[in-house]
């Protein structure tokens, strides 16, 4: 590079994420030849509008892009054209989710999503987000005593305020979701059942966690977190005669955005395929057996998880302890001086301050990535107990 400042910093932050131990749940490792189509002169083009239907000349090349991306996604997921669309151009998951409930949430409509401090996005309705403002959110939790779904629960409030949309699929919940149960609640209270499988998304392509897609009206997901692509999103709708998805396109162009990213949806087509092998396969069931063992045996070494354990990538550890351990920031800069990066994260029914929570959130999917296994995991959880034991007054 011409530009020695960028180029050095680059060089950095590369070196930067080898030399750690990452253990944030949301990131990942992308291949090389998504970087390569990520770094093309497709950046160069500007595309608004969707596949024979631009409003600029010269489409030939990336309409054939991006109906690929659309083509591959339907099949990563098992979904036949006439019953599924795809659309391939939010640019992140957040403003996938704010196209979806601009298309099919009035304004001040309700949207029911867990709350944050339990495990829910900031988009799925809370206060300092666009969505908690433009539209009125009846958050749900978790079980107080299990920490888990509590389904009583949401079909109280469901039944209570007859949400326009229920919003289910989190960001920091490590149980596997009943997608049945929440489309039943859905029906009896005549709301559109929306998941948000950003986290799991690649877990699901892998066949190592429940498909949302024979319960959900619309599934949107990040494609850079368990997914392995690049930072973007997608959003999948049935087709049916509520032409669901004539909205959502509406809403994501012209409603939210320009120009699509011609170059990120090439690369959202090349991890597509890329989550299409049998090799991906197993990498989501490494993930997940990986997330287990290093679950539990930092249960093993005294420390609470929190719902006892994890059935997906991820695993929410109560480093506070009533006091006994350290707060969540604690345990993140400690393990940071140790070589092992995480982020600090609200456990349910949290008593400190989201800057200050008590616990720590760690997944698998970017350790598996660079091929680490059970073995590695007992090393990391002993890691863990160390740099937070120096602190700890944990027994
Ligand atoms: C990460 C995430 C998002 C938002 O994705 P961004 O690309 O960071 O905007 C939305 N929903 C859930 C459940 C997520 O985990």
Not at 248 to 273: C, R, S, T
Request: glycine share 8%; with cysteine.
């Amino acid at each position: 590079m011409k530009d020695k400042e960028i180029e050095k910093l680059i060089s950095s932050e590369k070196k930067r994420q080898k030399e750690v131990i990452n253990l944030i749940a949301s990131e990942n490792y992308v291949s090389d030849d998504v970087l390569k189509a990520l770094g093309s002169e497709l950046t160069n083009k500007y595309a608004e509008g969707y596949p024979g239907k631009r409003y600029y000349g010269g489409q030939k090349f990336v309409d054939k892009i991006e109906e690929l991306a659309q083509k591959r996604a339907l099949k990563l997921f098992k979904l036949s054209v006439k019953n599924w669309h795809v659309n391939v151009q939010p640019l992140s998951g957040s403003p996938a989710n704010v196209a979806v409930y601009t298309a099919l949430v009035q304004k001040e409509g309700k949207i029911m999503g867990m709350s944050l401090d339990n495990g829910g996005h900031l988009t799925h309705g809370h206060k300092v987000s666009i969505t908690g403002k433009f539209w009125v959110s009846v958050p749900y939790g978790v079980h107080q005593e299990t920490e888990v779904l509590d389904f009583d629960q949401v079909r109280k409030i469901a039944e209570e305020h007859k949400p326009a949309m229920i919003v289910a699929g989190f960001t920091a919940y490590p149980r596997r979701i009943d997608f049945k149960k929440f489309r039943e609640i859905a029906d009896a209270c005549g709301a559109l059942l929306m998941v948000d499988m950003s986290h799991f998304a690649g877990l699901v392509a892998g066949g190592a966690y429940p498909s949302p897609f024979e319960y959900a009206d619309v599934v949107t997901t990040t494609v850079h977190k368990t997914l392995r692509g690049p930072r973007s999103a997608l959003i999948f709708s049935r087709i049916d005669n509520r032409e669901l998805y004539k909205k959502i396109d509406k809403a994501v162009f012209p409603g939210m955005q320009g120009g699509p990213h011609l170059n990120q949806i090439a690369a959202v087509a090349v991890a597509l395929k890329e989550a299409n092998t049998p090799a991906f396969k197993k990498y989501a069931r490494q993930v997940v057996r990986n997330a287990q063992v290093l679950s539990n045996e930092l249960q093993k070494l005294g420390w609470r998880i929190v719902s006892g354990g994890t059935d997906s990538h991820l695993i929410l550890v109560d480093t506070w302890m009533n006091g006994l351990g350290v707060s969540g920031k604690e345990a993140s800069d400690l393990l940071e001086k140790a070589g092992i990066i995480v982020n600090k994260n609200t456990i349910p029914g949290e008593t400190r301050s989201p800057m200050d929570p008590s616990g720590i959130r760690i997944g698998t999917p970017a350790e598996t990535t660079r091929g680490k296994k059970e073995k590695d995991m007992v090393k990391i959880a002993e890691m863990i107990d160390k740099a937070l034991k120096k602190k700890s007054k944990k027994k």
